[in-house]
């Protein structure tokens, strides 16, 4: 069974950058849905940014929280997703995970921790 692995995360100061990359560690098909999801300690996980294709459209949604400083991307030929995370807040702390969703898999990574503060 293929896997995600999530990588860029880190410490990082208010107001700074990180760039998260997941990509499969397996062979996947081609995934409909690849997103970001995060969870803060006692929160629920919650969507942060998400990506869906199909060979028309792309159509693309962002929490509410991080519009206008998070970019969502994708790599359809590598089944990779990048998530740029620009003017980082405290309240942006949390463990990210990354999802593949296709139309017989659902996959999670195993999360990276970004730490935001001073």
């Known amino acids: 069974q293929a896997q995600l692995v999530e990588s860029g995360g880190g410490l990082v100061q208010p107001g700074g950058s990180l760039r998260l990359s997941c990509a499969p560690s397996g062979t996947i098909f081609s995934p409909y849905d690849m997103g970001w999801y995060r969870q803060a300690p006692g929160k629920q996980r919650e969507l942060v940014a998400d990506?869906?294709?199909?060979?028309?459209?792309?159509?693309?949604v962002y929490a509410e929280s991080v519009k206008g400083r998070f970019t969502i991307s994708r790599d359809s030929a590598k089944n990779t997703v990048y998530l740029q995370m620009n003017s980082l807040k405290p309240e942006d702390t949390a463990v990210y995970y990354c999802?593949?969703?296709?139309?017989?898999?659902?996959?999670w990574g195993q999360g990276t921790q970004v730490t935001v503060s001073s």
């Open positions: 990506v869906t294709s199909n060979e028309r459209t792309e159509r693309v």
């Open positions: 999802r593949a969703r296709g139309e017989e898999y659902d996959y």
